[in-house]
């Protein structure tokens, strides 16, 4: 008969008491017997003093689970089970085993368990533990063109969030994802899960719901990533240190560097970090660098460090000792340079070339001026002189030189432009994050009109200002007043829902895939990344201010440090992506990509706009200066990303704003683009305010000699305002109405309604939007509205006729008219206002597309 078990307690208990103190639980093996789905666990101490306290931990092949187990408890988790024995064999004496009470096991399939430890050492009692194995992994296998990434959790948690970024080989595509999202930009990858499998189980993997996707012809991963790791789990490696540091030439206080460039590790190398002694000289991303501010005739130590794009550092370079140059030793300076020329250039950089100088003891180097300002310090008779602004003409010299810091006289001076922003004509789009709504106008639409292939920008209206903390504002969502005269219409508002938190149906995305809600990007970023990847030519910018959103404008001007803190938060938020969480959506990073650059729209500097924006003295000087500061911000972020950022600003018609709030051959120097306001001459709103008794062209190309105002708006006058002050027109675009002005109670007249009575603003396409229709609404919506062209103004309107409605807007015949105007000009393009007032199939971009060609 079997002992009862009372009984084997008191007896183990009582041997338990009698021997020594039990060791630590180290030493135990445990062997493992199968017959069949029964398992069993031996135990043994072989050392010399019982121990108390084990477990064992296993693993099983996928999809085979434990059961009734016998001496012990198993808890499973995926494929890990772990093993606690009953507490009448927890202590096992010195020299024994757990038999004839060994822990037994079912199994749902006969199998054998793997990676079994005891107490953290293998379960055979050799060498040290296996490694954890890497807590998130993505596996990946491809079969035709469908590509598969199974994510597993190699933990005992649950993990609650993955995604996984990759490369493909050049011009492999990946669409139509399944169990994720799916974004691509240029070569790499992200996938995101939605809201089934975005936890994964302890011990647990993503199948069945696993993402695939379609690939344009099989391919494998260049790299992989997955929640910031290696996709196979492998550690991260740091590049290799940098090889043969030398010093190809030394002054007095100079010290030039080069070296053997490192080998990447797991990422990319972002740059080098050049130190003398254990101080941070100076950060390149080249092979070479120049330190300087050195004291003369003293010994250094140089060391150079590879750094990747996750900041992990390689090992450090050979050591250099340099001694610089004794300045008594020599007093001659270098010839001048001579034949200095431009050899290439783009929009924002010309690179110059010239002849060699020659010195009786040896040229070290060459500073390169654009102006009094050395803009790069060189060894060899080239140089690449970036952070330029586009169509502007800058003037240089260079200087040679010498071994001991004599200068040379400077060369001949050229003056040489840089590039326009845009090869052709430039066809900038305006889309409104509020369109979503009541216009029904999705991100979608710019694609299935054909809009999307045709813009070379697309500006996103708008971004507000924190009036707490003076920052760009994003994050919130909060409904304006709809009174347009409220002087705080705009305080604190913003739409983060219609940003990044809208889940989109798939007959609302631009790749016909819908969100599920649970995505990290949701809204109209998501479909804005959506729309980059199938029109990879389009640029994005965001705009900030608006109307209704300058208010904060001069605050945000106002000081050097405030100018600081505004630009490095709106570069943070829109250039880098790290939007603030929202409804589950945003967080560091997620809309990395998504914009190239900045749109300012002050409106405006120095002179009313909004009820209650906020004007000072100085805003002239300050839109200047914060202009200059983002394109400071933006330069110095290039040199990190190695990506040029756009910077444009929609800026007046009006004279008189243009003289209080824009010093234009100061702001030239830094903006890209004046998107040149062409509309909203004349107009009604919405309260009955602005004109409401006497209708006016509300974009004429030029002058009309029946205007009635004292001062006579028209395209061409507002253009002629920035030329004539030295902007070149290749920074200039004029601005398009896709959309109407109408009055209503209108008189006749002698020019079917040109600058006659009205009794105020007809009916708009909203009612909070009176005086207001897009194109394709005004067409469909305002029967017997008869067009007219004014062929001397060039100006369209339509009247209904005496006593009704008159309308004035950009169609067609107009948009001839004035594209063939401004390429006359030499102008740069077009920008629109906005996207949503044209017809469903593009009938007015088709009119801009055909007249920019």
């Excluded at 996103?460 to 304006?480: E, M, Q, R, S, W």
């Amino acid at each position: 008969m079997r002992r009862p078990v009372i009984a084997l307690v008191a007896f183990l208990l009582a041997t338990a008491a009698l021997s020594a103190p039990a060791a630590a639980a180290t030493g135990l093996t445990a062997t493992f017997g199968r017959s069949g789905t029964t398992g069993t666990f031996v135990v043994t101490n072989p050392t010399t003093a019982a121990i108390s306290g084990w477990t064992i931990k296993f693993d099983l092949p996928a999809g085979v689970t434990v059961s009734g187990a016998q001496h012990a408890t198993t808890t499973q988790s995926g494929t890990r089970v772990t093993l606690t024995p009953a507490f009448y064999i927890g202590t096992i004496q010195a020299g024994r085993t757990t038999d004839p009470y060994s822990p037994t096991i079912t199994l749902s399939q006969a199998a054998d368990p793997t990676a079994c430890t005891i107490n953290g050492a293998n379960c055979d009692g050799s060498g040290p533990p296996p490694p954890p194995p890497a807590p998130i992994t993505a596996d990946f296998s491809v079969t035709g063109s469908t590509g598969k990434f199974v994510v597993n959790n190699n933990t005992d948690a649950v993990l609650a969030d993955w995604s996984i970024t990759f490369t493909l080989p050049a011009g492999v595509t990946a669409s139509g994802a399944q169990h994720a999202t799916l974004s691509q930009t240029g070569a790499t990858v992200t996938l995101n899960p939605v809201h089934y499998n975005r936890s994964v189980g302890a011990r647990r993997s993503t199948e069945p719901y696993s993402p695939t996707f379609t690939l344009s012809r099989a391919a494998e991963p260049v790299t992989c990533r997955v929640n910031n790791a290696n996709c196979d789990g492998t550690p991260d490696t740091p590049p290799t240190p940098p090889t043969t540091l030398h010093s190809p030439v030394k002054t007095t206080r100079t010290v030039s560097l080069a070296w053997t460039a490192s080998t990447p590790g797991s990422l990319p190398i972002a740059g080098y970090e050049v130190y003398h002694g254990s101080t941070l000289a100076t950060t390149v991303t080249s092979t070479g660098a120049t330190v300087t501010g050195l004291a003369p005739n003293t010994a250094y130590s140089f060391t150079v460090r590879a750094k990747d794009t996750k900041g992990t550092s390689s090992a450090a370079s050979n050591t250099l000792a340099v001694t610089t140059n004794n300045p008594a030793d020599d007093a001659q300076p270098p010839t001048a340079p001579a034949n200095l020329r431009a050899t290439a250039k783009d929009a924002g950089s010309v690179t110059l070339g010239w002849d060699a100088s020659t010195d009786n003891r040896g040229v070290a180097n060459y500073d390169v001026y654009q102006g009094t300002t050395v803009r790069a310090t060189v060894t060899g008779t080239t140089a690449r002189v970036d952070g330029l602004s586009p169509s502007t003409a800058y003037t240089f010299t260079v200087r040679a030189r010498d071994l001991y810091d004599n200068v040379s006289a400077a060369s001949t001076p050229i003056t040489a432009s840089t590039g326009d922003l845009v090869d052709g004509y430039a066809r900038v789009g305006y889309f409104v994050q509020w369109g979503i709504y009541g216009r029904q106008y999705f991100v979608k639409n710019l694609d299935t009109s054909g809009t999307a292939a045709k813009l070379t920008h697309l500006n996103y209206a708008f971004g507000n200002i924190d009036p707490v903390n003076l920052t760009c504002l994003h994050g919130v969502t909060k409904g304006t007043s709809p009174n347009p005269q409220d002087p705080n219409q705009g305080d604190g508002a913003g739409d983060a829902e219609a940003d990044y938190s809208r889940p989109f149906s798939a007959a609302q995305s631009v790749d016909g895939v819908g969100d599920t809600g649970w995505e990290p990007l949701r809204g109209n970023y998501n479909q804005l990344r959506k729309l980059k990847a199938k029109h990879p030519h389009l640029k994005v910018l965001i705009s900030l201010g608006g109307w209704t959103y300058s208010k904060y404008f001069s605050d945000v001007a106002a000081t050097d440090a405030a100018r600081k803190k505004f630009v490095k938060s709106c570069l943070d938020v829109y250039i880098k992506g790290n939007l603030p969480v929202y409804n589950a959506a945003g967080g560091p990073g997620t809309a990395a990509g998504i914009f190239d650059g900045i749109d300012l729209d002050w409106e405006w500097p120095g002179a009313e706009g909004h009820p209650g924006n906020h004007i000072g003295p100085d805003d002239k000087r300050n839109n200047t200066l914060l202009i200059e500061e983002f394109r400071r911000q933006l330069d110095e972020l290039s040199r990190e990303t190695g990506k040029r950022y756009d910077l444009t600003a929609f800026t007046p018609a009006d004279p008189a704003k243009i003289e209080a709030g824009w010093d234009l051959p100061e702001v030239a120097k830094s903006l890209d683009v004046f998107n040149v306001q062409g509309y909203d001459f004349h107009g009604a709103g919405s309260d009955n305010s602005w004109e409401p008794h006497r209708t006016g062209h509300q974009g004429n190309l030029y002058a009309d000699a029946d205007d009635p105002y004292s001062f006579h708006f028209s395209v061409e006058n507002a253009v002629d305002a920035y030329t004539s002050a030295g902007v070149n027109p290749r920074k200039i675009t004029i601005g398009l109405a896709f959309y109407g002005r109408g009055w209503q109670g209108v008189q006749a007249g002698a020019k079917n309604g040109e600058w006659q009575s009205a009794t105020g603003a007809a009916p708009g396409q909203f009612a909070e939007e009176a005086g207001t229709r897009g194109y394709s609404n005004l067409l469909a919506s305002v029967p017997g509205c008869t067009v007219h062209h004014d062929e001397v103004a060039v100006a369209t309107s339509c009247f209904t006729g005496n006593g009704g409605q008159w309308w004035t807007f950009d169609d067609v015949w107009a948009i001839q008219k004035k594209t063939a105007w401004l390429k006359q000009r030499g102008l740069l393009g077009a920008m629109i206002w906005e996207m949503s007032g044209d017809t469903a199939n593009g009938t007015l971009i088709n009119a801009v597309d055909a007249g920019l060609r």
